[in-house]
């Protein structure tokens, strides 16, 4: 009987021992499947990241394509050329003309339906007359087809206007007969004396005239101002700038006094 109970109790707690390992693989397994589980969840959550943030990095350099950001090509029709030329005007397409100066250096340029167009003769008008003449861009393309004398003021490659040279028309010397010049000339500026300043062409030549207080000095970079951006300034600038030397002009003349003077940029 003892014997009996001894070896129920034997089996009892190997029985206990079996369902306790049982239990225990089964939690094994429990865990093992939950982690296993919760690795796969962290590779599918990173592998989506990784798609978005390709997708975001796809759409940010789309963005800055469209933006023009980035280091893509810069879009066309930049920014053109902005300052004052006094020389030949000449046609070279519908629009589209180049000024070449008195040292030969050449600025294309575009007219636009705002530009300002005075003749004194050859564009249009009469070479006699005291005032210029607004003329029409068929007159202008006509006349540069055969090159024509002007002074050329541009806005970022566009012509705000294009102004004949009087003094070149009729192939006078522009001279008003009173041993004072008159005209547009164009060279380097410089000094004489208070309000009197000097002009020397590149062929050696040069003409005195003075400034007046009705004087419109333009400035660009050199006399005022910065390069790009057209300035008024003052007789002070201008006084400064002939003194420091190598300062091209052009100097709009009428008896000797100066009514325009812009900075000849090429």
Partial sequence: ??????????????????????????????????KSSGSGS????SDAKGKSDS??????????????????????????????WFGTVTYLAPGKYTVTDLKDTEQAFFTSTDTDIQGAGEICGDADGQAATPCSEEQL??????????????????????????????????????????????????????GKY???????????????TATTINGNGWICGENGENKRCTEGDLEAAAKKGGVRVIVELDN????TIDEEHN
């Fill in 55 to 84: 997708a975001g990095e796809a759409g940010d350099d789309s963005a800055k394509s469209q933006s023009g950001g980035g280091s893509g090509t810069k879009p066309a029709g930049g920014k053109g050329v902005t300052g004052t």
């Fill in 198 to 212: 000097s002009l020397l062409d590149s062929d050696g030549s040069r003409i005195s005239f003075f400034s007046a």
């Fill in 1 to 34: 009987m003892l014997r009996s109970h001894r070896r129920k109790a034997v089996l009892t707690a190997a029985a206990l021992i079996a369902t306790t390992g049982l239990l225990t693989a089964c939690q094994g397994d429990a865990d093992g499947g939950r």
């Fill in 256 to 259: 000797g006094a100066a009514v």
């Fill in 42 to 45: 962290s590779a599918s959550d």
């Fill in 141 to 194: 393309e006509a006349a540069a087809k055969e090159g024509v004398s002007a002074t050329v003021k541009l806005e970022k490659g566009i012509a705000v206007s294009v102004v004949e040279d009087h003094a070149g028309s009729g192939g006078g010397d522009g001279d008003s007969g009173t041993g004072k010049p008159t005209g547009t000339r164009s060279g380097e500026l410089g000094y004489l004396a208070p």
